[in-house]
């Protein structure tokens, strides 16, 4: 069951993933509520179960190469506007493994202290250690996000940014992250939805802010600031990939797949051990 | 199915609660191969993934508080000599919940900067924040443990520390931290068999280290470090659990089933929202 549906799966990479030349990616033409790769939304659901075990063994082998002589992690960056999805990538994504290997850190408005440093100074603090996986809710792209479309800092400011977090993460690479970004497109009807839904329901009221209004009144101010994101820093190092986010079920098996896709290319082994099993057999036959 | 067995399991707080005063548990005497309030091992492996559920939406009500105005959070302490499962805890039992409310730390050797100050500096730290599940594997019990067997500071040290233990945890409870601490107790022979399997399997080796035997070279040393734990820091404000951990299904539903207790007793609801959600409806409406 679901092999050839699988197989077809590992073609999502090329589908979801933005280019490196300018205007390579359309973000106004995409279908939001598509599936590449993936019949519909509930043969995704079917299928991301499937892809548990593999994932749960990978990042086990990753966090072992860690805890020896291992540098290598992984950083799951999440981007997308309100009701995109981010929150339940975090829980049913990220809650498919251990989370003891896991390093979550959610980015919100900077706090007085993370506002006298420079914008990435609170994002390099919370980079994955060697052997875990990072995930990111929201991230240093905020800063030329929700900075240059609420004119936040001067536009000469977060002009210079684009430049600057392409080193950021060029240097990150270098040094052992695998980074995987992903930014989950709805489209502008079912954010509506979604924002009507947590004013219906008394266990969602929490998730609503008023601001989430505010934002949908500049959604066209946003996509153009996530179209310059795609144009100006999806790098061959770290290119972005744009998840369809309407169906959250597809949104959720992409980025699994995508994740899955980056602890495989690590080519994980075992670590072999700094002490001798043999004398160590002996010594703990001993103790019977 | 299951309601009589989970039923059953409502006295699990009371039989591996360890009473306050001195001497009300006799650690060497306990059978750890024992499921008490369960039938045995398969049927702990079949309830559990029943709690999972209320787990999860209780665990979303505290943090949904702790997103708005709430100051409460949750502590599971996770004890337990090398090989009593403590991984497979955070793993399994914090596994079930959604990985952004926790707050997973281990505790290992204290780096130097953590040396320079008190022994609970570094716990302080790593305290949840509000809304937030806490989980220490390992905790500030290892420095009257390992600190004591191994003599790594003067006896009048850690033998002060007990009371100074008691004193944080009841400021800690009082701030609105609610504190769950087990200690897992596997049996000498349990042990034996459970290192045996690491040396014996190229996937295991890594979590082996041949300090497990010199530990377990002083074997009645901590069991009787772990005694003077439970008779002197059990208080009624953060009591003990001893768990007997030779199964390793039995252990992970037993955690399971005293952290459902301990959000049960906040009797958490869902936060009123700060904003009118009249007029929120009718500006969201406008945004069609």
Known sequence: ????????????????????????????????????????????????????????DLQERLYAEGRTDGTRSVLLVVQGLDTAGKG???????????PQGLAIRSFGVPTPEEREHDFLWRIRRALPAPGRIGVFDRSHYEDVLV????????????????????????????????IVKVALMVSRDEQYKRLAARLDRPDKLWKYNPSDVDTRLQWDEYQAAYQAVLDRTSIPEAPWYVIPADSKDYARLAVTKLLLDALRSLDLGWPTPDYDVDVEKARLAKTR
Do not use: N
Request: proline content about 5%; charged content about 30%; some cysteine.
């Open 1 to 56: 069951m679901g092999r050839k549906k699988l197989a077809r799966l590992d073609g999502i990479d090329d589908a979801l993933r933005v280019g490196p030349e300018p205007g390579a990616f359309d973000l106004a033409g995409m279908d939001r509520a598509a599936t590449p790769c993936v019949k519909d939304a509930a043969t995704a659901a079917e299928l991301r179960p499937l892809l548990g075990d593999e994932l749960a």
């Open 88 to 98: 339940g990538i975090v829980r049913h994504v990220a809650g498919m493994m251990d």
């Open 147 to 178: 900075a240059r479309v609420k004119e936040l800092v001067a536009p000469e400011v977060w002009e210079a940014r684009y430049d600057e977090i392409v080193a950021f993460e060029r240097d990150l690479v270098a040094a052992g992250t695998t």
